[in-house]
């Protein structure tokens, strides 16, 4: 139940990095963490798929490299959403 519930919180941080302001690579790698272990799998395939069309290949790479290398961690997906969303936020 938590790793489902985990990859529902994955599948909503793509979401959310889809929207404005858009960071392309953020919403890739977690849809792809998210469609590991989803009953929202063909959503977040999907969403990737419409995603790459956006990206680079660069882009792209650098996303695949992020998800193959993220470990999960105590509260994870928190640690990841707040350093991320502070990140953005330095840079916006």
Known sequence: AAQQGESRAF?????LY???PKDYIQAH???SLS???N???EKAKSMKAELERAMTPTQIAEAERQAR???PHENSVFVDMLKDYRKAQESS
């Open 39 to 41: 009953e929202k799998v």
């Open 11 to 15: 599948y909503t941080l793509g979401v």
């Open 69 to 71: 290398e993220w470990t």
């Open 35 to 37: 469609a590991t272990n």
């Open 18 to 20: 889809k929207a404005e």
């Open 29 to 31: 790698k977690w849809l």
